[in-house]
């Protein structure tokens, strides 16, 4: 495999991430992987709280260390205000951010970086609003070493396309939120609802109405409407 397929690979998993969540933690061992690294993680966080509404890594990191890290230890990283800092789009080895001593003496890299075994770090704020930030983390361990000038021109490379996906993820499950509101309003109401499409097939049915279909005194519903 070429190193132009293996990142078309890579981008074509990132993508189908977007389109369905769960699949981020296979996508994000397919970025860790062609960058030599520990693990990647994704976020899509509140802007002020910096509490993820989602967040993901690659399997390398167990779950219950994904939650610690955004419950308390993401606070405590000596690097974390200096990325704040950095505009949406610019790439930044950790090593930019704070001296590699400082972070070395510091509780968030001995209490649970070591932990992890995690020790270098490249990231990228891919978006931030009033509202919304999202960011992505690349990590290696002491002896994978730290990122170079060709770890960051391939993750320029890929960046565009975690920007774009980061997008499709939360306009879907905006899309998907509005869709759930909408149905629980019907929901609520007395009276029976049935949407069809163009064919005539049921796309929608309220709670009443579901109530009053199985109810059989003569009304019924098909596939076909």
Same mark, same amino acid.
């Given at each position: 495999?070429?190193?132009?397929?293996?990142?078309?690979?890579?981008?074509?998993?990132?993508?189908?991430?977007?389109?369905?969540?769960?699949?981020?933690?296979?996508?994000?061992?397919r970025v860790a992987?062609? /960058? @030599?690294?520990?693990?990647? +993680?994704? !976020?899509? #966080?509140?802007?002020?709280?910096?509490? %993820?509404?989602?967040? *993901?890594?690659?399997?390398? /990191? @167990?779950?219950?260390?994904? +939650?610690? !890290?955004? #419950?308390?230890?993401?606070?405590?990283? %000596?690097?974390?205000? *200096?990325?704040?800092?950095?505009? @949406?789009?610019?790439?930044?080895?950790?090593?930019?951010?704070?001296?590699?001593?400082?972070?070395?003496?510091?509780?968030?890299?001995?209490?649970?970086?070591?932990?992890?075994?995690?020790?270098?770090?490249?990231?990228v704020m891919l978006?931030?609003?009033?509202?919304?930030?999202t960011g992505f983390?690349?990590?290696?361990?002491?002896?994978?070493?730290?990122?170079?000038?060709?770890?960051?021109?391939?993750?320029?490379?890929?960046?565009?396309?975690?920007?774009?996906?980061?997008?499709?993820?939360?306009?879907?499950?905006?899309?998907?939120?509005?869709?759930?509101?909408?149905?629980?309003?019907?929901?609520?109401?007395?009276?029976?609802?049935?949407?069809?499409?163009?064919?005539?097939?049921?796309?929608?049915?309220?709670?009443?109405?579901?109530?009053?279909?199985?109810?059989?005194?003569?009304?019924?519903?098909?596939?076909?409407?």
């Amino acid at each position: 495999m070429t190193a132009d397929t293996r990142l078309l690979d890579v981008v074509e998993e990132i993508y189908g991430a977007a389109l369905e969540p769960a699949r981020w933690p296979d996508a994000l061992d397919r970025v860790a992987d062609c /960058m @030599a690294a520990q693990h990647a +993680h994704y !976020f899509i #966080a509140d802007s002020r709280s910096m509490i %993820p509404s989602f967040a *993901a890594v690659g399997h390398t /990191m @167990a779950e219950d260390l994904l +939650h610690e !890290f955004h #419950a308390y230890y993401h606070t405590l990283d %000596p690097r974390l205000e *200096a990325g704040l800092r950095s505009p @949406a789009g610019v790439i930044y080895p950790d090593h930019q951010l704070c001296d590699p001593d400082a972070f070395e003496r510091s509780e968030f890299y001995n209490d649970f970086y070591r932990r992890c075994g995690s020790r270098w770090m490249a990231g990228v704020m891919l978006e931030r609003t009033e509202a919304v930030t999202t960011g992505f983390a690349i990590v290696r361990t002491p002896r994978q070493g730290p990122f170079e000038s060709r770890d960051l021109q391939l993750l320029e490379l890929l960046r565009p396309h975690l920007t774009q996906a980061a997008r499709v993820q939360r306009r879907l499950a905006g899309n998907a939120a509005r869709w759930a509101a909408g149905h629980d309003l019907l929901d609520r109401l007395e009276v029976g609802v049935v949407t069809l499409d163009a064919q005539g097939r049921p796309i929608v049915v309220n709670r009443a109405a579901n109530d009053i279909l199985a109810s059989r005194d003569g009304l019924s519903l098909g596939s076909q409407g």
